[in-house]
T-cell receptor, first 112, second 111 residues
């Protein structure tokens, strides 16, 4: 099992550019989520999904879109990057909210 | 608004010391509290607590939940340099499918 994989590992964007952070898991987990981590802020929930076709907003959803067309994949889209979106992004998955979540290795995003 | 507060924000100790990390919460319809350890990269799961007063233990790490006083503690005995990390607590509630994290405690263990 590869577990939770994220691509890319690093990315630099200019303000206004768009991009998609990829997340995939091979554990047949129904629950997937995206977090961002900034210094001194812990992990803040962006969006989450309880299964294919179902997504919902977390604590800081503005500026981000998600979709869940398959159980395995949960991409995060930045439509128009802003410097405030400079952060480390983590994807996580679990069987459900009742179980511990497994985190991917993270994507470090810098927006200039 | 539901929230979780961790203290201290940062802690520096020497190898062999015992540390206690705190996580207090104000959560409507509280369901569970989780502890994670984050070293250089992704957080890794330590414990999940749902019942009050029950201690979860793994080696030198242990945790307990007090649902009356609304807090949890994570104890690490005989600390080692490998315990240096950010320790995060998080909660779930019955009326939502969100896992919400605190800001974390940064622990540094020096030889």
């Amino acid at each position: 099992n590869a577990g939770v994989t994220q691509t890319p590992k690093f990315q630099v964007l200019k303000t206004g550019q768009s991009m998609t952070l990829q997340c995939a898991q091979d554990m047949n987990h129904e629950y997937m989520s995206w977090y961002r981590q900034d210094p001194g802020m812990g992990l803040r929930l962006i969006h989450y999904s309880v299964g294919a076709g179902i997504t919902d907003q977390g604590e800081v959803p503005n500026g981000y879109n998600v979709s869940r067309s398959t159980t395995e994949d949960f991409p995060l889209r930045l439509l128009s990057a802003a410097p405030s979106q400079t952060s480390v992004y983590f994807c996580a998955s679990s069987y459900s909210i009742f179980y511990e979540q497994y985190f991917g290795p993270g994507t470090r995003l810098t927006v200039t | 608004e539901d929230k979780v507060v961790q203290s201290p924000l940062s802690l520096v100790v020497h190898e062999g010391d015992t540390v206690t990390l705190n996580c207090s919460y104000e959560v409507t319809n509280f369901r569970s509290l989780l502890w994670y350890k984050q070293e250089k990269k992704a957080p890794t799961f330590l414990f999940m607590l749902t019942s009050s007063g029950i201690e979860k233990k793994s080696g030198r790490l242990s945790s307990i939940l007090d649902k009356k006083e609304l807090f949890s503690i994570l104890n690490i005995t005989a600390t080692q340099t490998g315990d240096s990390a950010i320790y995060l607590c998080a909660f779930t509630a019955y009326n939502t499918d969100k896992l919400i994290f605190g800001t974390g405690t940064r622990l540094q263990v020096f030889p």
